[in-house]
């Protein structure tokens, strides 16, 4: 098989470029992972799967099977292939061994080494150029004549029998170095702009320089303050730690002491219990009736209730009602003393909040789980309520606000479908498409997209920029400097990357918003970070 026809037949029908890890679906076509990855989980929200090539439908997401002889074969038809960057141009004429060119012959259509040009001929037809395996690039397609002028009416560069004869005739012409001159002209003006730009932009290089040593000093400062922030905190807690243990030992301590004379008394009595079942056990054993019934100490051993109540009480109370360690009040004292920490000491960075949806402003295509931290889209109607909160959308705020201060939270956004995740001011539009999250004045957010290939960015304003690099697009961070007037997200990838910052004055209260279509996505609590 021809290289090319190879090649065809190496090409996923999905991205249109060669296997990369190839894998077979049940139908027996093959795909790039990824990219069937990507049409399976687009499919997945209409209720069904089907093959992108021969439209064989699956009820269940079909298996991926690696396909790995076919891995094999595109990779050694990939080490097959030369390397155009290490060919050049050889001589022609050197057959016993390759010998680099130094010159093109137009009218020979050769190339030629230096030995071989000194003596080919000097006719005005012998046109020579740069070496090149173009050659027929340089001649008239149509009259397979050199190209000697340039018809300035139609930009094309054509032989003497286009200019005569040819649909070039009666056209403007003017030779090829005229025209190339000219062509040079224009391009030195753009250079001379472009020089012009390079000096702007060394000049925003500059500033950005003097910006980064600003945010090295201050983050030289802000480590100093972490640095004893922390070594404050450890000593606090150290201080916290041995208190509670100390709290800890003694309830113990006392609780031990209970029962170990609880065990000490009840040991009694079961010895006592003991004597009298072989007492019991003996007058049952005698065949005599008569010393049977003339036992004098029957009663005693008969009397079997006197202060069992009692025992049976204490025993319940030594392990149901207080008799164990008093978990309540350490936990009391403990998280006493965390808060006084923290409220001793000037914490200046960021503080993770617990976000709650507020069902009153969820559209009637979403339904709001009963912890109210996920948003999942639904193709039927939840019939909420009419009200003039209510989004008439697949969009939903945080029942709290934000007016001041510094703080953060985690969307998880793994699964399929798209979405917006950003902040709005309370008086948002709640209807038509300026509603939406990042689509007008009132609202920034980050935005999920793309029908086979997933797509990343950030709007404000209905202003889009795309994300560069990769977004691992399983959990995105959200934090919020309200006085400084800032918005950024963060993908939550190893290490953490920053996306972008949004920067402006705000002059409303800033609410969470989550905007979504063919999945779901759900705020991340405290507890599972």
Known sequence: MASADLRAELECSVCLNIYTDPVTLKCGHNFCRECICCVLDTQ???GGYSCPECREKFQEQPALQRNIKLRNIVENFLSAQPDQEESGVLCNYCIHAPVPAVKSCLHCEASLCDNHL???SKSPEHVLCDPTTSLENRKCSVHKKILEYYGTKDSACICVSCCLIGGHKGHEMESLDEASEKKKKTLRNVLQKLMTEREETEKRVQSLEEHRRKVQGEAAGDTERVSALFRELRRRLEDLEKRILSEISGKEERVSLSVVEMIRELEIKKDELSRKMRDIEELCNMTDPLTVLQESDTGDLCDTEDGDDEDRERHDRLLHDGGGLDVAGISHTLHTGLSDIMSGINVFFYIQEDILLDVSTAGNDLQISHDRKTASWSDESQNNPESPERFEYSQVLSSRSFSSGRHYWEVDVGGKGWWIVGMCY???ER???QSRIGYNKKSWGMRRSGL??????????????PLPGIVSGNRVRIYLDYEAGRISFYDLCDPIRLLHTFTTTFTEPLHVGLWV????IKICGRNQM
């Open 426 to 428: 309370p008086s948002i």
């Open 431 to 433: 209807r038509g498409d």
């Open 517 to 520: 279509r063919g999945g779901c």
């Open 44 to 46: 997945g929200g209409s």
């Open 118 to 120: 000194r003596v080919h």
């Open 452 to 465: 086979f290939s997933t797509q990343y960015s950030v709007i404000h304003d209905k202003k889009e920029i």
